[in-house]
């Protein structure tokens, strides 16, 4: 499998409790996303990282949300202090470069984070 | 703000037929379209794309028109499959920047 991972794929916490998604991205992709998706609405831009460069951090909601990317590989997503509104499919996308030019962006399967 | 919208949650068709997907846009910066297709507990794939240079691209059964006048581009599917069945979001991006930005999506269903 030479895809986009992502884990857990499913995530119920209650809350006020702090969160980890994990991105596994394609093997040599420099460009990492995250996005989410609420009911009902589209895939909402989080935050990009692009080789050693500063990630692009404007898309993300609150100072709750923060994102790493160790090694230029591997991602993590953290939410802290939950709330009901962060529920949504939570989708990582990695590609050889910037999604502007005519690299495509291949997703994983999603995180789907439940806030009870 | 909803830069991007297709305003059609969903949409059926017979299989033989013509499916048309439409997409809205009012950033008038964007210059490159995608199509991405989904299926449940996947994600989203991509299907096919369009620079505002062009008003057509076509792949296979796939065709996208841009109407950049009406900031509007439709993806046209024909014959229309039962494995077409899917949701489709519509995708839109400039050059100078990172994000990308999604509709909402249009869940095709395709009858046999």
């Known amino acids: 499998g030479a895809g986009v991972s992502q884990s857990p794929s499913n995530k119920v916490t209650e809350k006020g409790k702090d969160v980890e998604l994990r991105c596994d991205p394609i093997s040599g992709h420099t460009a990492l996303y995250w996005y989410r998706q609420s009911l009902g609405q589209g895939l909402e831009f989080l935050i990009y990282f692009q080789g050693n460069s500063a990630p692009d951090k404007s898309g993300l909601p609150s100072d709750r949300f923060s994102a790493e990317r160790t090694g230029g590989s591997v991602s993590t997503l953290t939410i802290q202090r939950t709330q009901q509104e962060d529920s949504a499919v939570y989708l990582c996308?990695?590609?050889?470069?910037?999604?502007?030019?005519?690299?495509?962006?291949?997703f994983g399967p999603g995180t789907r984070l439940t806030v009870l | 703000d909803q830069q991007v919208k297709q305003n059609s949650p969903s949409l059926s068709v017979q299989e033989g037929r013509i499916s048309i997907l439409n997409c809205d846009y009012t950033n008038s910066m964007f210059d490159y379209f995608l199509w991405y297709k989904k299926y449940p507990a996947e994600g989203p794939t991509f299907l096919i794309s369009?620079?505002?240079?062009?008003d057509k691209n076509e792949d296979g059964r796939f065709t996208v028109f841009l109407n950049k006048s009406a900031k509007h581009l439709s993806l046209h599917i024909v014959p229309s499959q039962p494995g077409d069945s899917a949701v489709y979001f519509c995708?839109?991006?400039?050059?100078?920047?990172?994000?990308?930005?999604f509709g909402a999506g249009t869940r095709l269903t395709v009858k046999p």
């Open positions: 996308a990695s590609s050889l470069a910037r999604a502007g030019g005519t690299d495509t962006q291949y």
């Open positions: 369009i620079s505002s240079i062009k």
């Open positions: 995708a839109a991006t400039d050059y100078n920047n990172n994000d990308m930005r």
